[in-house]
């Protein structure tokens, strides 16, 4: 009984603390974050197969593109309802102020996870010590190329590509950075 009584007061604490916006906006967040580590993981595995450290698998690529495809876009847009920056999360108040730009890099990552996984019979463009094998790279090239250029580059360069749109993103609108 009394556990029970604490749980409901407690409960009812942080309902206070935090208002009906944040509960509604938790789900959100968890959802985000659950992509984001998705994403990662899967990222992460690549990292040896890119820089020529374990055999080449095209499969392995094509379906890390799918999860970056699958928690990109507009599915990645829709989980950052405005203001849903509450502690813990590290998402910045720039996401609100300059939302175009925020959603055009959720779009960025769609587009270059597809022209990864177009790439992933190319192979490795042999330049492992260079800007292609870079994970989170900030050497990787600027410009947010199409689906159509990055289908026809060594995958590794498609991959950089792919990359350099998490870590733009973060270092505009997330707290911590990579
Ligand atoms: C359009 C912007 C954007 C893009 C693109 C993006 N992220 Fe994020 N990411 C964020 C923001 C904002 C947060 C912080 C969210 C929060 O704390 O509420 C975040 C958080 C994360 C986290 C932390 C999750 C956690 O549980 O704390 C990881 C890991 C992550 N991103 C990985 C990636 C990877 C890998 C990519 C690329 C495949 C990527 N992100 C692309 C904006 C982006």
Known sequence: MRTR???????LASAMILGPAQIGHANDVDKRMAGMSAMQKRIKALVPIMRGL????????RSAADTVIANSGDVMTELFPEGSNAPPSEALDTIWEDWDGFAELANALAVTAEGMKRAADNGLGGNQTGQGSGMMSDSAPDTALDADTLAGMPVDAAFAAMTKICSSCHSKFRAKKF
Request: net charge negative; hydrophobic share 55%.
């Open 5 to 11: 009584n604490w749980i409901s007061i407690a409960a």
């Open 54 to 61: 374990s055999e080449y698998d095209a499969d392995a690529v």
